[in-house]
C-alpha cells in the first residue's frame, strides 16, 4: 500500500499473497521487495514519483533476505526454515546467496547454500555481508560438524570452508577476521581464526568449547559463546551455565584463562525467569577493566588489567542482563526481574534507576544513537541515551490473571 500523507488517500500497488523482505535501496531511491509471485517468488524493483514496478526477477524458492551494498547492487539470501509440520516428509530444499544488479536486472554470482542452519550478518563497516552455514551436531563416535562460508561483497562471492563442527562465531570488520569456537577430534577444541583476505587459518587450543553434564537419563549439551566489547582488544568465551570465562588476546593471537567461579545453573532451576544470554560482558572507557555477569552465582565479577578478580559484586535479585552503551560515553545498564541499574564504574557497584511495575521475565535491549529501548515481556521502558533516566514507559501487559481490558496503548511522558 502507498499512502499520501498530504491527500490522505491509500492506493494498492501490488497484489502480491505474501512479502518476504522490504528493504529501500542503497541511495534510498527505489524500493527493493521479496515477494511470492503467481508461480514462483521474485525480486521486484519499485520506483516511486511516479510509483511503478521497474524490473521483476525470479527468485530462489524460500526467499529470507535483501541487503543493498550499493546504488546497482543487491545480495538476497533464500534457504528453507520449514518446520518439520510444514515440510510433511519432504526433504528440504538447498539454498542460495545471489549477487544481482537491480539496473540491469541480472545475477552477477550465484552459489548454493548446503541443507543446514544458515546464519547471514551484514556489516557496514566494510560493506560485507556474510553468510555461514553448519554448527554441530551429536553423533554416535562423538560431537561433529562443519562450516560454510559465503563472504559477499559488491564485487562478487567468495567461499570458505571449515572443517570442524563450532558452537559460535564473531567477525571483526576492521580485521577481516572470522573467529570460531571450533570442536577437535578426542575433545582438543580450539579457536579457529579465518584470515578473510588471504584465506588463511590460524588455531588456537582452548579446552572443551561445549561443556556437558550429565543428568540421568539425559545428556546436556551447553556450548560456550562470543562476547565483545567495540574497542577492546580481547574477545571473550563464555558459557552462562557454569560461570566459566576465557579471554582471548587479539593482538598477540593468546588465549588467556581469568580467575574463575565456577558451577552449574541447571536450565530448570529458575522456570520462569529467562535471562538474555547475549548480554553478559561490558567493559569500563578505556577497556582496562571487564565487567562480567555470572549466571550461576548471581554475581558481577570485576576483572583487572592482569585478568585476574579484582572485585565480586553479589547481586540482590537475579539478572536477566548487563548491557554495554557506547554512546554518547561507555556506560553499563543491569537489568534485574524488578529494578533497571546503571553501573557506577568509579564506586564499582548499582544505582537503581527505575523499578519496572511488574516483575520482568525476559528483557531484549535496543539502541540507536539517540534512544535507548528496554523492552520486557511485561512493558517498554524508553531512556535517556546519556542519563539513562526512564524518559516513556510504554505497558504491554497488565499482569497475570489480570483482564487486558485495552488492546492498544500510547506512550506517555514519565515525570
Sequence with gaps: MHYDTEKMTAEKLLNYTQVYDLKLSWDEKLLLSLVKGQE???LTVLGYSPWKVRSTLVEHSHPQAIYPLTAETVATVSFDNRSTRELKRQPRAKGSVRLINITANTVLAQAELPVAPVYSRYYWKNNTLLVICGGWHE??????????VFKVTPSGISYFALKTGWTDFTYLPEKDTLYFLALGP????????????????????TGPNIYQTL???YKYHFPYSFFHVPDADYLIAACPQNGDIRFFNLSANLLQEAGERQGFRPWWSSPDIFPDPGAIVSANADCTKFYV???VHNEIA???PA??????IP???????MYHIRQPKPQTLVAGINHLYRFDQNKESLQRIAKFKNKARRIKLYQDGHRIILRTDQELLVLNLATLKVKQRFILNKGRGQQVRQRYCFLEPVE
Design 139 to 148: 553423533t554416535f563416535f562423538g560431537i561433529g560438524g562443519y562450516g560454510d
Design 293 to 295: 555477569l555470572n549466571y
Design 315 to 321: 547481586l540482590k535479585e537475579p539478572i536477566l542482563g
Design 215 to 217: 543428568a540421568s537419563p
Design 186 to 205: 578426542f575433545g582438543e577444541d580450539q579457536l579457529s581464526i579465518l584470515q578473510l583476505e588471504d584465506a588463511t587459518t590460524d588455531h588456537v587450543p
Design 40 to 42: 514462483q517468488p521474485q
Design 307 to 312: 585478568l585476574q578478580n579484582s572485585k565480586i
Design 302 to 304: 570485576v576483572y583487572d
